[in-house]
């Protein structure tokens, strides 16, 4: 049995999703096929017919609100940035026709020989759309960051790693934890897409890249995209190559006005104290994902992200103490013992 016709057989919202798309014009015998998933409910299908190709998102309403998903595209396209054009909605059963992008993000592409060309495209994207509109976009506020990195001993190291209540240094990792709100809330704001990296950006024959899931997009901190692309839980890239990027995208976003003058270092220490509240929830949220959601495919990327904990951490007096536990309690050796599934 192929992938597509285990999906039809299991999956009600599949043929109805196939019915709906099939009504549109130009689209009448299109065949749909699986496209991706990603960790959310919502599910992607490419669709083939005599137009083309597009992709379909199922995003079933009990799970999903799709029209978030409708406002930031708005918003995003606006300010010239890549994002799929809708070609047709239906808000109420959850199904979305958008322009397809391709099956390229960059993490498939990226290396040595073309890092900086892509990640040029990508900066320049991220400069662009920062000053996309924020009005009544939720805030990236005290209570998120903190319920955020609240993720991380809960699932990370009681769930994932096995440590009891007991061990767990609460009060110092509260204490780090409302550290790194301080700085986050320091800095100057921005529209923020909040999950910018190499999984999300796609490349295009034109206007790349094209940019995707970005439906949960806020006003919040203007280093949390630049360290999402530039410490991406997914690729890792030199320190001196990410500094060099990160004072690049400070200068230019100053001279467009998009930033209000601000320092190398204290913009580099926002940059890392920002980057260290994201990996710290991450390690969470990729606990998460496996134990809660039965998605396996992301513990093969928490070494990396621990990583980023441990170095960047080790740093800053904010940061320092809870990243000694964390080596005390032999976090590293124990993540490598927790075995992924195949």
Same mark, same amino acid.
């Given at each position: ?13 599949? =043929? ?22 990603? %960790? ?18 199922? %995003? ?5 609100? @799709? /029209? ?5 595209? /708005?918003?995003? %396209? ?11 909605? *239906? ?49 990236? *506020? =005290? ?13 990370? $190291? ?23 709100? =301080? ?16 999984? *999300? ?24 995209? $630049? ?7 997914? @690729? ?12 690049? +995208?400070?200068?230019?976003? @100053? ?15 926002? +940059?890392? $104290? ?13 606990? /998460? ?38 080596? /005390?309690?032999? @976090? ?9 599934? %195949?």
């Amino acid at each position: 049995m192929s992938a597509l016709d285990e999906v039809m057989t299991q999956d009600v919202r599949f =043929e109805q999703l196939t019915q709906w798309v099939n009504s549109l014009p130009g689209w009448e015998h299109a065949l749909l096929e699986p496209a991706s998933a990603d %960790a959310s409910f919502r599910r992607y299908f490419r669709a083939r017919g005599t137009e083309g190709t597009a992709i379909c998102m199922d %995003a079933p309403p009990d799970k999903e609100d @799709i /029209r978030p998903f409708v406002d930031i595209t /708005r918003r995003l %396209a606006e300010t010239g940035v890549h994002v799929p054009q809708l070609l047709a909605q *239906n808000l109420l059963d959850g199904f979305l026709l958008l322009e397809d992008l391709g099956s390229t993000p960059f993490l498939n592409q990226l290396g040595p020989a073309n890092v900086k060309d892509l990640y040029a495209d990508a900066l320049h994207a991220l400069l662009q759309f920062q000053t996309a509109d924020c009005d009544h976009l939720p805030a990236y *506020n =005290e209570r998120t960051l903190r319920s955020e990195m609240g993720l991380m001993p809960e699932w990370f $190291l009681k769930t994932h790693l096995g440590f009891s209540d007991d061990d767990i240094p609460h009060e110092l990792i509260s204490h780090t934890f409302e550290s790194l709100i =301080e700085s986050a809330i320091g800095q100057p704001v921005a529209f923020v897409h909040r999950d910018y990296h190499s999984r *999300n950006l796609m490349i295009t024959k034109e206007n790349s890249p094209g940019i995707i899931d970005y439906q949960d997009a806020v006003i919040g901190p203007a280093t949390y995209d $630049l360290v999402s692309l530039l410490r991406d839980c997914y @690729i890792v890239w030199p320190q001196l190559q990410v500094e060099w990027w990160v004072n690049c +995208f400070r200068k230019e976003a @100053i001279a467009q006005g998009v930033l209000p003058p601000v320092d190398e270092n204290t913009y580099r220490q926002w +940059f890392d $104290l920002m980057g260290l509240q994201r990996h710290i929830k991450v390690l969470g949220i990729f606990a /998460r994902l496996y134990h809660r959601d039965g998605k396996a495919g992301y513990l093969q990327d928490l070494p990396l992200v621990l990583s980023y904990v441990l170095e960047i951490g080790s740093r800053y007096p904010e940061t320092s103490e809870l990243v000694e536990w964390m080596r /005390r309690a032999g @976090i590293p050796e124990r993540i490598g013992t927790v075995q992924i599934p %195949a």
